[in-house]
């Protein structure tokens, strides 16, 4: 097997967490390396360049990597799933195709066991996050309004991306309800921002932005990481992390573009692999020392995964609204956020408000709700779709369950003959209890609003792509897999920083809490160096 | 995952799939909306199949044998109904189907124009967003802060 050079630091994933860790981890001018399986992306080959800007949203710029099927990508069996695997094998990872909707996890959020008896707090809080979550505001780049009553102090750097016609009709609609609603904190750029130009409406933006107005961290921590030295190598698909005789990382196995297997050796190894692929890399690391798979003598490597269920309600006016004109971000609400002991339901979650979508993609969403029929009155009845929508996402909090697992599968495999991960996944009845309460106040803001024709779209087309909690953090080895500072109880020169570690899930969209987590864990590190392994 | 990327619907698989697609979406004349059967959209839903291909194959044998063969002699009612019934429960075929004609139809020129949308890709010239109504905001503004701080320990307890 081919031999590299030994580095300080392997980093394995480039997407959210892995280019928030090298990059802070940079300034201690350690030898860091960060191996990632796909590609640099190139803003030329993002879809809204051409004319099948809405097609390519179903074939290489697919959010499953099933049907996205590029070689980069590895298979996953989610057929015991009712919600799908989304994610992005590429420099910057799941932020290249990511929404760009930056809500931060509330502080209620780390203490669900003590302020509402269910799950378990995190070994983290708001608080020590804080900072963190401010820095990576700057790094990212974040577009909102400071002074939202509905969730803690943040200072973004940016003003907030303009209401438009539909942000109006739901401000409006939301006002006569007396319902909290703000501007979304986005890291899409309304101004020029650290070499980024500012956002041009050119759509949706989950497909990639031509415009490099939204942050993914391949234009924004990554050049900066690199100038400071980190190695980052793509093509380098990892199999298995690889121990020494005291139990302890000695490096990884992997594929090199060539295909040809390759050892690097390190003297700590980071996991950033989001919340599927890092449980599958340390299931695949089983040895004769750990036959369960790495750091799993918890034997929670892999369960408590959520999913976040999140139910889309739509309906149409008559007045012409934004359309696929601008960022499908646009306002969130956090009416309903908080724990409320009149609910039958524990936790709560946030209302995502979104514009419209581009002429194909209303003609599929129309056709498969049942509103469009085929045939002579197709015409006519797409007129009274198209440029009239409006929509909620319910973000819903999904709490673990050790059911909810990825292990591996047993036939399955990807190019490389590495064994692809399996998800077992149902929707427990406390979320069922809020999908429905969130789909009910989302039809009442729409009728307030003016819509007609509603339709709630539950789970089966709204896999978000959130992969979290498959080796949690805690204090208790025997009831997490990495402490309260992202190292491996088993495993001390081991490190995990990506969604794996959530404890709970919150009811936002987590990029922001997954990367100020990996600042957290850098930080940690860095005040540690001397006693690291101790 | 990806299948046979280079393969392609046979002429008597594209002749079925246009009636199919003329029937899905007709011409409209008045409003100057071709049919999804022109010439130029079809081809175009032709050459786009992609890895949807085994899927489309699977819609066209459906249809074919829900209308027994005799799809093309049926009345234009009839085509409707049966392709509306079918597509309600057709599953992963009838949306394939269905998505590659609208992708390939809703990209036209001639579409677009008719429909009041420019005819191009969004990158460069992007869109023009509109900033919204702002004074909606100053009702909210005034709202006390209702996210729960866990720092702060209820009344009555200690």
């Not at chain 1, 990059?23 to 191996?35: G, V, Y």
């Not at chain 1, 989950?206 to 990481?225: E, H, M, N, V």
């Not at chain 2, 409707?80 to 057709?90: Q, T």
């Not at chain 2, 998505?99 to 990209?107: F, M």
């Given at each position: ?110 203490r669900v066991k003590s302020l509402d008896g269910v799950a ?285 697992r990825v292990t591996l599968d047993s036939v399955l495999k ?121 | ?158």
């Amino acid at each position: 097997m081919a031999g590299n050079e030994k580095v300080d630091v392997l980093i394995i994933g480039s997407g959210a967490s892995g280019a928030a860790v090298a990059w802070s981890l940079a300034e201690t001018k350690m030898r860091i390396l960060c191996l990632e399986q796909g590609d640099w992306m190139k803003p030329t080959d993002f879809p809204s360049n051409g004319r099948d800007w809405e097609a390519r949203r179903y074939t290489d710029f697919e959010i499953s990597p099933n049907r996205r099927g590029r070689d980069t990508d590895y298979p996953v069996n989610d057929d015991n799933s009712l919600m799908k695997i989304a994610n992005f094998n590429g420099v910057g990872g799941g932020t290249v195709i990511y929404t760009a909707h930056w809500p931060r996890m509330h502080p209620s959020d780390f203490r669900v066991k003590s302020l509402d008896g269910v799950a378990d707090d995190w070994p983290v809080d708001y608080w020590a996050l804080e900072k963190f979550y401010d820095e990576n505001d700057r790094m990212m780049g974040v577009s909102g309004l400071a002074g939202d009553p509905g969730v803690p102090p943040r200072h973004p750097p940016m003003p907030p991306i303009g209401l438009g016609r539909t942000g109006t009709r739901y401000a409006q609609a939301m006002n006569r309800l007396g319902w909290h609603w703000w501007p979304s904190d986005t890291t899409i750029a309304t101004t020029e921002y650290e070499g980024r130009a500012a956002c041009i409406n050119i759509g949706h933006c989950t497909p990639g932005c031509a415009q490099g107005a939204k942050a993914s961290t391949d234009i924004t921590y990554w050049p900066l990481a690199i100038r400071a030295g980190v190695e980052l190598r793509t093509r380098c698909r990892v199999r298995e992390i690889t121990t020494d005789e005291h139990g302890m990382a000695s490096g990884a196995i992997y594929y090199d573009a060539d295909g040809v297997e390759r050892f690097q050796p390190a003297e700590v190894v980071i996991l950033a692999c989001n919340g599927v692929g890092t449980p599958r890399l340390l299931l695949n690391s089983a040895s004769a020392k750990f036959p369960d798979g790495l750091a799993n003598s918890s034997g929670l490597v892999g369960r408590n995964l959520m999913l976040h269920p999140w139910p889309i309600v739509s309906g149409y006016v008559e007045e012409g609204m934004d359309g696929g004109r601008g960022p499908i971000n646009c306002i969130w609400s956090k009416q309903f956020y908080e724990t409320d002991p009149s609910r039958d339901f524990m936790r709560g979650y946030t209302l995502q408000f979104g514009r419209g979508t581009g002429p194909a993609t209303q003609a599929v969403i129309g056709a498969t709700s049942g509103l469009l029929p085929w045939g002579r009155d197709h015409h006519r009845q797409y007129r009274q779709l198209l440029d009239h929508r409006l929509s909620i996402g319910v973000a819903c909090e999904d709490l673990p369950e050790e059911h909810n697992r990825v292990t591996l599968d047993s036939v399955l495999k990807d190019s490389n003959g590495i064994p692809a991960p399996k998800i077992d996944y149902t929707i427990s009845e406390n979320t069922r209890r809020m999908m429905e309460h969130g789909i009910a106040r989302a039809e009442e803001i729409l009728t307030e609003a003016g819509a007609t024709r509603l339709y709630a779209s539950r789970t089966a087309l709204n896999y978000p792509g959130h992969l979290l909690g498959t080796a949690r953090m805690g204090t208790d080895p025997d009831r997490s897999v990495v402490n309260e500072w992202g190292r491996a109880h088993d495993v001390k020169n081991l490190f995990i920083v990506d969604g794996s570690i959530w404890v709970t899930s919150g009811g936002v969209n987590p990029t922001s809490t997954i990367q100020a987590l990996a600042l957290y864990v850098a930080d940690q590190m860095k005040k540690r160096l001397a006693t690291l392994f101790d | 995952m990806v299948t046979d990327l280079d393969a392609r619907l046979t002429a008597a698989e594209i002749l079925a799939l246009g009636r199919i697609a003329a029937t899905m979406v007709p011409e409209d004349a008045v409003s100057g909306m071709p049919g999804a059967d022109d010439p130029a959209i079809l081809d175009d839903i032709a050459r786009s199949l992609g890895r949807d291909l085994p899927l489309i194959r699977e819609a066209l044998a459906a249809v074919a044998a829900k209308s027994g063969g005799a799809f093309a002699a049926l009345d234009r009612d009839g085509r409707e109904a049966l392709i509306n019934d079918w597509y309600a429960g057709g599953g992963a075929p009838a949306v394939a189907l269905g998505r590659v004609i609208v992708g390939a139809y809703y990209r036209d020129d001639r579409v677009l124009l008719a429909l009041g949308h420019e005819a191009r890709a969004p990158f460069p010239k992007g869109y023009v967003l509109e900033q919204g109504d702002w004074s909606l905001l100053d009702v909210v503004r005034g709202r006390q802060p209702f996210w729960r701080d866990d720092r702060v320990v209820p009344a009555g307890e200690s």
